[in-house]
Structure formats: C-alpha cells, structure tokens
C-alpha cells in the first residue's frame, strides 16, 4: 500500500513548533567589514610597489599618508639614501608632510619585528623616523649616519 503524497501545507504544519517550545532561528554572522584605503606606493626610483610587501595582512592602516606623508622627491637626500639601501631592496622613503621627519619604510620579508610569532596586528608595518630640527636642516652627512644605523634592523635573508 502506497502513502499518500504530504502537500507543501502539511509540511509546514509539521515543521512548525509547538506552543511552548522555543522557536530556533538561524542567525547569520556579517563578517567585520574591511575598509580598503587606497595607498600608493612608490620607492626611490619613483616605481609603484605593491602594499601587500609592506602591511601586515595586506591591511593598510588607516591615515597612513598622514602618519608617513609621501615619497621624498629631493634628489640629493634620495640619493644618500640609495647609496645606504640598495633600490633594488625597496625599502621606502617618505617624508611627513609638516615636519623635517623622515620615514623609512621595510619590506616585511626584511622586518625583524613583524609577523605571527610577534603578534604582530593586521596593518603592521615596520617603519623608522628620522628627525632634524626645522624646514631644510637635513645635514647629508647626519641623514647617512642616521640611515646607517637603520640598516642593522634589516634582515636581508631573501637576497
């Protein structure tokens, strides 16, 4: 003897819950929305780099141009800094845009202190500041210096 066919009604009917019972709903979880900012990169010989080599997770964090400024562009201070890091390394260089700061910027395949074993958050980058006292006081010779000792905070391994 065959069953009759249960109408779309009956299931329902079925399905639904009985008074007293708690009603179960499925709620879903929005992920965390993720604000992109649109960064432009660029090293010392003016080239577009991609941010993924820099942040941490690939997030840039948010006012990074006005934390960090821009690229600098003076060509005699971009050439000391050629001659301590090689071009080919991109290491960036900017300067914030009100003050005599300079802000040096690592690769995270060199940065010694970014990374899952540092709990490093999404959006990490390894920067260094250089400062000099007012507009236009970079001394050539200090600024090499300066950038020398940087260098001891690269870990050149994927040379």
Do not use: W
Request: hydrophobic share 35%; glycine share 6%; aromatic share 10%.
């Amino acid at each position: 003897m065959d069953n009759p066919a249960i109408t779309p009604e009956e299931l329902k009917k079925a399905e639904a819950p009985k008074v007293g019972e708690p009603k179960v709903v499925e709620v879903k979880k929005e992920e965390p929305k993720v604000v992109k900012h649109n960064v432009v990169l660029k090293n010392t010989l003016g080239k577009e780099v991609p941010t993924s080599d820099y942040f941490y997770k690939n997030v840039t964090p948010p006012g990074f141009e006005g934390t960090c400024g821009k690229p600098v562009v003076r060509e005699d201070l971009v050439e000391v800094f050629n001659k301590v890091f090689k071009p080919k390394d991109n290491i960036l260089f900017y300067k914030q845009q009100d003050k005599e700061v300079y802000i040096i910027i690592v690769p995270i395949k060199y940065s010694t202190s970014i990374g899952d074993f540092n709990d490093s958050i999404d959006g990490d980058f390894q920067k260094h500041a250089i400062s000099f006292l007012t507009e236009g006081s970079v001394n050539l010779d200090t600024l090499r210096q300066k950038l020398s000792r940087i260098n001891n905070f690269v870990n050149y391994t994927d040379r």
